[in-house]
């Protein structure tokens, strides 16, 4: 099959990567000349050009650009394809990608792999990066079948574990386990930093291990991606942000009140609780 990758960075090179060792012949778009050269020698697509034109030939089109260029890039990309040519996409959220592309493209399913790192670009491409990762795809009633069959087999032979919902479920699920922990994990860093006393922070950050790398390392993370996950499913984070907030101020009153046996019930609650996300 010919697969069109738009945007070749770490979910696009990543995705190429692993279509070309199946046997795929991957066409690769993206914005620099020399990323295009950099996929070629690191082996995630067959061609590359700057040039949408390229793309002309895939079958199915995964579009990989950063969130906010999804929609755009896909409206330049229309006068290329042909009617049959099957689109998805891999943006972080799915409701204004689904409502704004669906209309233009027959042929179109939303889909998101839950699957990254916190570093971004070409070079940070990875082989296997999806293997038994949720890959999340987002039918509507008007999406053919046929484009859902085709997607669903590609993303299968990825390793991945497939799930489908409605795009706003899905943007609600993810503001939970993926948009706030990235705003809370920002927060820890930015509150460490505000210590005052530069000798405790610097102790602070010699003392720094595995708790602090595990916790802060969304917050680290991309700018860009964080910033798209705000803009684009600002209600949704906004939403369960209050809701920490409130999950905070009930922390402060237990722990300022001294309330021991209140806090203990609750940290063995979440103790109870996390596994379920884990599995
Ligand atoms: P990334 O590493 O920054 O890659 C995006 C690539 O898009 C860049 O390498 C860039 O290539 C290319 N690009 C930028 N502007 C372009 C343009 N005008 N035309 C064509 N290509 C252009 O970002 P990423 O982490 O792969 O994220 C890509 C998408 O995956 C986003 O929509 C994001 O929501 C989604 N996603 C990310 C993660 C994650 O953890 N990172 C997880 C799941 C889904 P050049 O080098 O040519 O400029």
Same mark, same amino acid.
């Given at each position: 099959?010919?697969?069109?990758?738009?945007?070749?960075?770490?979910?696009?090179?990543?995705?190429?990567?692993?279509?070309?060792?199946?046997?795929?012949?991957?066409?690769?778009?993206?914005?620099?000349?020399?990323?295009?050269?950099? &996929?070629?020698?690191?082996?995630?697509?067959?061609?590359?050009?700057?040039?949408?034109?390229?793309?002309? &030939?895939?079958?199915?089109?995964?579009?990989?650009?950063?969130?906010?260029?999804?929609?755009?890039?896909?409206?330049?990309?229309?006068?290329?394809?042909?009617?049959?040519? %099957?689109?998805?996409?891999?943006?972080?959220?799915?409701?204004?990608?689904?409502?704004?592309?669906?209309?233009?493209?027959?042929?179109?399913?939303?889909?998101?792999?839950?699957?990254?790192?916190?570093?971004?670009?070409?070079?940070?491409?990875?082989?296997?990066?999806?293997?038994?990762?949720?890959?999340?795809?987002?039918?509507?009633?008007?999406?053919?079948?046929? *484009?859902?069959?085709?997607?669903?087999?590609?993303?299968?032979?990825?390793?991945?574990?497939?799930?489908?919902?409605? $795009?706003?479920?899905?943007?609600? *699920?993810?503001?939970?386990?993926?948009?706030?922990?990235?705003?809370?994990?920002?927060?820890?860093?930015?509150?460490?930093?505000?210590?005052?006393?530069?000798?405790?922070?610097?102790? &602070?950050?010699?003392?720094?291990?595995?708790?602090?790398?595990?916790?802060?390392?969304?917050?680290?993370?991309? $700018?860009?991606?964080?910033?798209?996950?705000?803009?684009?499913?600002?209600? &949704?984070?906004?939403?369960?942000?209050?809701?920490?907030?409130?999950?905070?101020?009930?922390?402060?009153? %237990?722990?300022?009140?001294?309330?021991?046996?209140?806090?203990?019930?609750?940290?063995?609650?979440?103790?109870?609780?996390?596994?379920?996300?884990?599995?």
């Amino acid at each position: 099959m010919k697969i069109g990758i738009l945007g070749l960075g770490l979910i696009g090179g990543s995705l190429g990567w692993d279509l070309r060792s199946q046997g795929h012949h991957v066409l690769g778009v993206s914005r620099r000349e020399s990323t295009c050269s950099k &996929a070629i020698a690191l082996g995630s697509v067959s061609e590359a050009s700057v040039d949408l034109n390229l793309l002309s &030939a895939a079958d199915v089109v995964f579009i990989c650009t950063p969130l906010g260029l999804i929609i755009p890039k896909f409206e330049e990309l229309i006068p290329y394809l042909s009617p049959s040519t %099957i689109v998805t996409d891999v943006g972080s959220v799915k409701a204004p990608i689904v409502k704004a592309l669906s209309p233009l493209w027959h042929n179109f399913i939303g889909g998101h792999p839950m699957a990254g790192s916190t570093d971004n670009g070409i070079e940070a491409r990875e082989s296997n990066l999806f293997v038994n990762k949720p890959y999340v795809l987002t039918p509507i009633s008007t999406t053919p079948t046929y *484009a859902v069959e085709v997607v669903e087999k590609i993303v299968r032979s990825l390793g991945a574990n497939i799930y489908h919902c409605h $795009p706003e479920q899905h943007d609600r *699920a993810v503001s939970w386990i993926s948009h706030l922990p990235v705003m809370v994990s920002g927060s820890l860093i930015a509150a460490c930093m505000s210590e005052t006393d530069s000798e405790v922070l610097e102790l &602070a950050k010699k003392f720094a291990s595995s708790g602090f790398r595990d916790t802060s390392r969304v917050g680290g993370g991309n $700018p860009e991606l964080g910033l798209m996950m705000a803009r684009f499913n600002r209600e &949704a984070l906004l939403n369960s942000l209050q809701q920490y907030r409130h999950k905070l101020d009930d922390l402060i009153n %237990i722990i300022d009140q001294e309330d021991w046996t209140t806090l203990e019930e609750k940290l063995k609650l979440n103790h109870k609780a996390r596994p379920d996300f884990m599995e």
